[in-house]
T-cell receptor, first 114, second 110 residues
């Protein structure tokens, strides 16, 4: 059973470009979470999704950031018009459809904005 | 808002010593608590999950305790090895949201 997969592992963008981060959950998992780890800071919750639904996006910046988890395919975290402050490690986690269950993390995407 | 504090921030021990890592959190209304390990530049590896109704969970050389009412959890690592060198993160879950501390960075010297 493959773990949570994220790609790309490293992404470099210039200011003003768009960044698309992909996450494929573990097999059998229907819940996806995105977390962000800014340099020298702890991980912070961004958004929680189930298939075709955003359940909680309270941790996501109001502008430029969006997330989706379509019926088919990976979950996508999209950052439009990136700025230097978006440089961080973005982690995706998944869990089975059981409340209070364990979250498994992917290797992360390290975004660098030049 | 859940606040998580991990003490100490860093720890260096000779191989073979037992490790004690402390975690405190402010909101005791948690579903569960996970301990993770993070290696430099890598993702998080889940070590242990303690449900809110449990007091303790064990896996191999790892043992984690939970005192939900006082907002504390402790991770014990027995007979440490150089391969245990990493940052250890405590993450209580309120509903589905994990909150993270800054972690304890452990160095085990051979």
């Amino acid at each position: 059973n493959a773990g949570v997969m994220q790609n790309p592992r490293h992404l470099v963008r210039r200011r003003g470009q768009e960044a698309r981060l992909r996450c494929s959950p573990m097999k059998g998992h229907s819940h996806v979470y995105w977390y962000r780890q800014l340099p020298e800071e702890g991980l912070k919750f961004m958004v929680y999704l189930q298939k075709e639904n955003i359940i909680d996006e309270s941790g996501m910046p109001k502008e430029r950031f969006s997330a989706e988890f379509p019926k088919e395919g990976p979950s996508i975290l999209r950052i439009q018009q990136v700025v230097r402050g978006d440089s961080a490690a973005y982690f995706c986690a998944s869990s089975p459809p059981v409340a209070g269950d364990e979250q498994f993390f992917g290797p992360g995407t390290r975004l660098t904005v030049l | 808002k859940q606040e998580v504090t991990q003490i100490p921030a860093a720890l260096s021990v000779p191989e073979g010593e037992n490790l004690v890592l402390n975690c405190s959190f402010t909101d005791s209304a948690i579903y569960n608590l996970q301990w993770f390990r993070q290696d430099p530049g890598k993702g998080l590896t889940s070590l242990l999950l303690i449900q809110s109704s449990q007091r303790e969970q064990t896996s191999g050389r790892l043992n984690a305790s939970l005192d939900k009412s006082s907002g504390r959890s402790t991770l014990y690592i027995a007979a440490s090895q150089p391969g245990d060198s990493a940052t250890y993160l405590c993450a209580p879950a309120n509903d589905y949201k994990l909150s993270f501390g800054a972690g304890t960075t452990v160095t085990v010297r051979a």
